[in-house]
Structures are given as C-alpha cells and as structure tokens.
C-alpha cells in the first residue's frame, strides 16, 4: 500500500482521539525513543506544556545519537496486559525535535521535580551524576492507531 493510499484511510483527528493521546500520555511512563544510525531504547518521561521531557545519560549512545542529530521519533505503547488483541494493540508514534535544558534554565529544577514525582527517587540519585542531561522532546505531529482501521494524523498542536 502506498502511503497516499494509506493517508487515504487515515479518519479525522477528533476532540475523543485527542482524549486517547492524553489517555496514553498519562498512563504510560516511559516512551520508546529511536534516534540516530538504529539507536533504540526507552527512558522515563514527564509531558509538560506540549512537550516531553527525559532525564538521560550522554554515556549511552543513543543520547549522543539524538543530540547530534537533533531529531527522533517516539513511541508510547498500550499496556499488553489491557490490549485484547496483540496485532490492534492501541500507539502512537511521533516525530520529535531534541533540545538540551541547561541546569541554569529556569525551569530545570521544576521539571526534575516533576520526573521525580511521577518516577520515584531514582531521579534524586541521578540528579547529581553529571554525564545526565535534561533533554526536551518537542512532538511535530505523528500517528495515533486505535485498531484494524483506525489511523489518525495527530495535529502539532496536540
């Protein structure tokens, strides 16, 4: 199928599909991240004010993947244990460009904070290794897949 074809049966983005990727935001804790030459690994993330935010290691290549490049592409997934059926399983996948937070930004503070509610005390520990980076994942639209036919464009706005 080519991808006109496949754009074709793509429906409207609506208020409940937006519901759905707020639904995944929320429940899922740690996204999929591809970056760079077939780098692929999760991190834990927090979604604030349209983006999200990772705390991760320059040790680990795919970070020195993603800075590089300054592009990625993400993925939260369904939980399997709620999917009915593996192969419908509800996604999303989303472009993303990367930037670095400075640790004197205003809002540095305020995000760990924020990663540290939603992820435990692991993020105090990490907070003073200085190979760990604050990166902003900004979402430039993607695809929301609900099941067998049901594919959507997700807007840049949400």
């Known amino acids: 199928m080519s991808n006109s074809e496949a754009?074709?049966?793509?429906q409207p983005f609506t208020e409940q599909e937006a519901n759905y990727v707020a639904?995944?935001?929320d429940s899922c804790l740690g996204l999929i991240l591809s970056c760079g030459d077939n780098q692929l690994s999760h991190a834990p993330f927090v979604f604030q004010d349209g983006c999200y935010y990772i705390f991760i290691s320059t040790?680990?290549?795919r970070t020195k993947a993603l800075l590089a490049d300054g592009r990625g592409q993400i993925m939260l997934l369904k939980d399997e244990s709620a999917t009915g059926n593996i192969y419908s399983r509800r996604r999303m996948t989303q472009p993303v460009r990367a930037e670095t937070i400075s640790r004197n930004h205003t809002d540095y503070q305020a995000l760990l904070d924020a990663l540290q509610t939603r992820h435990g005390k692991t993020v105090e520990l990490l907070r003073g290794l200085g190979d760990f980076h604050l990166i902003r994942l900004i979402p430039e639209g993607g695809q929301l897949i609900l099941g067998f036919g049901k594919s959507f464009d997700i807007p840049e706005n949400c």
Not at 7 to 10: A, H, I, S, V, Y
Request: glycine share 0%.
């Open 23 to 25: 639904e995944l935001r």
């Open 7 to 10: 754009q074709k049966l793509r």
């Open 59 to 61: 040790l680990a290549a």
